[in-house]
């Protein structure tokens, strides 16, 4: 078969299919998510085009199910992630003085930007992004040890740096032996 004829097979089985997989993806899931089963289920069928054989339908039907417990199953994860966020939480520190607080800040600030690339990420994904060391690891692209390594010295450096832009100057004793 040739890419037009795929194509032209593809169009004519969304054509004829599209609306019952969206009925059967409404009843499971509502209107809301039922376009994304519908999106899912063609882009399936459109990578795995020779496996839909003659009757196409109930093989639509079956992958619409397994592209909504897909759906389900993220949900779960997800509001499991926020749950067990939601218990990690630290009681938050007292306020700073106003003057402190933009002080602290415009330091916090200045020492992040003198950070290399990779300590900059690493601390982003995990304060800013509030990724766990396994998924900042993932996005990262290395595993989880060595993105501990780079988050606990990226860590270092960022307190070597704030305590550097706070720490006073003291004037150099010259002294000269005899």
Same mark, same amino acid.
């Given at each position: 078969?040739?890419?037009?004829?795929?194509?032209?097979?593809?169009?004519?089985?969304?054509?004829?299919?599209?609306?019952?997989?969206?009925?059967?993806?409404?009843?499971?899931?509502?209107?809301?998510?039922?376009?994304?089963?519908?999106?899912?289920?063609?882009?399936?069928?459109?990578?795995?085009?020779?496996?839909?054989?003659?009757?196409?339908?109930?093989?639509?039907?079956?992958?619409?199910?397994?592209?909504?417990?897909?759906?389900?199953?993220?949900?779960?994860?997800?509001?499991?992630?926020?749950?067990?966020?939601?218990?990690?939480?630290?009681?938050?520190?007292?306020?700073?003085?106003?003057?402190? !607080?933009?002080? +602290? /800040?415009?330091?916090? *600030?200045?020492? $992040? @930007?003198?950070?290399?690339? %990779?300590? &900059?990420?690493? =601390? #982003?994904?995990?304060?800013?992004?509030?990724?766990?060391?396994?998924? !900042?690891?993932? +996005? /990262?692209?290395?595993? *989880?040890?060595? $993105? @501990?390594?780079?988050?606990? %010295?990226? &860590?270092?450096? =960022? #307190?070597?740096?704030?305590?550097?832009?706070?720490?006073?100057?003291?004037?150099?004793?010259?002294?000269?032996?005899?």
């Amino acid at each position: 078969m040739t890419p037009s004829d795929d194509k032209a097979r593809f169009e004519a089985l969304f054509e004829d299919h599209r609306r019952a997989v969206l009925a059967y993806a409404r009843r499971r899931v509502g209107d809301d998510a039922a376009a994304d089963v519908v999106a899912d289920t063609f882009l399936v069928a459109w990578r795995r085009l020779d496996a839909v054989g003659d009757d196409p339908l109930p093989w639509l039907y079956g992958v619409a199910r397994k592209v909504i417990a897909n759906q389900r199953r993220a949900q779960r994860r997800s509001q499991a992630l926020v749950g067990r966020l939601a218990e990690d939480r630290v009681a938050p520190a007292p306020a700073p003085s106003p003057e402190d !607080a933009f002080g +602290a /800040a415009d330091a916090l *600030r200045d020492a $992040f @930007a003198r950070l290399g690339e %990779r300590d &900059r990420e690493a =601390l #982003a994904l995990v304060a800013w992004e509030g990724l766990d060391p396994d998924h !900042a690891a993932r +996005a /990262a692209g290395c595993s *989880r040890a060595t $993105f @501990a390594v780079r988050l606990h %010295r990226a &860590r270092r450096r =960022l #307190a070597a740096a704030i305590a550097e832009e706070h720490s006073p100057v003291l004037p150099l004793e010259v002294t000269h032996e005899a």
